[in-house]
């Protein structure tokens, strides 16, 4: 539906009408802009999950429990609050370094938590063989254990890049100007005008050349085994004089990610006027009611997706799969308004509804639910399903009873995520809301986004106490367990 609004708008206007809007400088200037973003916040993201996993789960890093759980912390702070802090502590901060600053910080755990989760999954029996064979620590790391984390990065960084594409209230904030940027003001200008639907085309082809690369790189390969591997914990790699050096590196992305905007928040909550808290319980418990119910839905929606990537790879399955991906790169204006548009012509009565709210959240944040569900299914082995029909289960019995236990955890992880994100969604929800709905989010930024801070700091306390939850509970799905 919203990929279908964005083409039939920009077709309809004629190829010179088109073309007019999409070759003019300002069009160059927002895809140098957003390439650049992707280019180099995607492998800053990467880099700094994948390294902060390996360091707390395979080397003797100093506090690692806590950094463990540190790295993991920054999603309970939204991107757009983040950007508040920073642009609160530090007002000259923007342009293109600011914006890839301030998403790396609210990012990288996406590329962590998954890295996490698999490194903690590996068998440290072939670490062992590596080592027995002559190679060296980094060889090892580099030769071992980076090939398998294959698609836990590339999952996390394709949903990394996706945020990075339709992210709009961390960039406002920081006048930073990216094509979601420029769509929103277009869309506030001209409401459906040809500029915001020529740059959603734009935006259209960015996200498939970004899934075709995504898809190419993670190959068919299959990572389930049978078994839980070698008994025994891991060996340690002991990081002697880099010791200083690692632990003052993990102070520092702790010390950005989380206490520069946590000290900017508390700073102007300590100047909020107490009169105005009694309108924070009505919009948590909006936003925690919305949310919960898009986190299901979305869970359901993603479950057969996810099924038919992994038990039967193809064309087609690859093709529905990229079309979840591509629906909810748009920006969350775009999607809110194919809905108008769509329940005005066919379901009136549906129009600002919390049906059309929670549709939106099941496009927008399907990759969430899909991409922890594709990984964890990936690693449940078929011969499990195939040994408990073989004792006279039928198909769906035995995928209920084998199956399913074992993909709790990805359900949770995914359902969470996804409750998280619609939490902190602000376009959608300020489109599509019935009127008189107000969740954290949209109360947060529109005082944020008239300078009263003090006013948002409540707001997005709030936003954070109500992220913390869903990050506790995909961290303890990433670790499996209490860590070692």
């Not at 090892?140 to 960084?157: D, S």
């Not at 094509?179 to 001209?190: L, M």
């Not at 929670?358 to 449940?380: C, D, E, K, M």
Request: proline share 7%; hydrophobic share 60%; charged share 10%.
């Amino acid at each position: 539906m919203p990929i279908g609004y964005v083409v039939q708008a920009a077709f309809a206007m004629g190829w010179a009408e088109l073309s007019a809007l999409v070759f003019r400088p300002k069009v160059g200037e927002l895809l140098v802009n957003t390439v650049l973003l992707v280019a180099i916040g995607v492998p800053a993201c990467v880099g700094l999950g994948v390294g902060g996993a390996w360091l707390v789960e395979r080397t003797a890093l100093p506090a690692r429990r806590v950094f463990a759980v540190a790295f993991a912390a920054p999603l309970a702070i939204p991107a757009f609050v983040a950007s508040y802090g920073w642009a609160s502590a530090i007002p000259s901060i923007g342009g293109l370094w600011g914006g890839v600053l301030v998403s790396v910080l609210a990012y990288f755990p996406l590329v962590y938590l998954p890295a996490l989760a698999a490194i903690r999954g590996l068998d440290p029996a072939l670490e062992e063989s590596a080592r027995s064979l002559g190679l060296g620590s980094w060889a090892v790391f580099a030769r071992v254990v980076l090939p398998q984390l294959r698609l836990a990065i590339l999952g996390g960084a394709l949903v990394v890049a996706l945020h990075l594409l339709a992210e709009y209230g961390a960039f406002a904030f920081l006048r930073f100007d990216t094509f979601t940027t420029a769509i929103v003001v277009a869309y506030q200008a001209t409401f459906a005008g040809p500029n915001a639907a020529a740059l959603g085309l734009v935006l259209l082809i960015l996200c498939l050349v970004l899934l075709g690369a995504e898809s190419l790189a993670r190959g068919r390969a299959r990572y389930a085994r049978v078994g839980s591997g070698s008994p025994h914990p891991p060996v340690r790699l002991r990081l002697g004089r880099l010791a200083p050096l690692a632990v003052g590196a993990a102070v520092v992305l702790v010390v950005a990610a989380i206490v520069v905007p946590l000290t900017s928040v508390v700073r102007w909550l300590l100047r909020a006027d107490a009169a105005g808290l009694d309108a924070l319980w009505p919009a948590a418990a909006q936003t925690l009611v919305l949310a919960l119910t898009g986190a299901i839905c979305a869970v359901a929606v993603a479950a057969p997706f996810a099924w038919l990537s992994v038990r039967y790879p193809g064309r087609v399955s690859r093709l529905l799969e990229g079309a979840a991906y591509l629906a909810s790169s748009l920006p969350a204006i775009i999607i809110a308004l194919a809905l108008v548009a769509t329940t005005l012509a066919f379901a009136p009565a549906l129009y600002q509804t919390p049906f059309t709210v929670v549709a939106a959240y099941v496009v927008i944040f399907l990759p969430r639910a899909l991409v922890p569900l594709r990984a964890g299914l990936s690693q449940v082995p078929e011969s499990l399903e195939e040994a408990a029909r073989s004792l006279g289960v039928t198909p769906w019995a035995a995928r209920l009873r084998v199956t399913v236990p074992l993909l709790a955890p990805a359900l949770a992880a995914g359902g969470a995520l996804v409750a998280l994100g619609a939490a902190n969604e602000l376009t959608a929800t300020l489109l599509l809301a019935p009127t008189g709905t107000r969740t954290v989010a949209t109360s947060f930024w529109s005082a944020a986004s008239s300078l009263d801070y003090p006013t948002a700091a409540p707001y997005a306390l709030l936003l954070v106490l109500l992220s913390i939850p869903a990050v506790a509970l995909m961290f303890s799905h990433a670790t499996g367990r209490r860590l070692r």
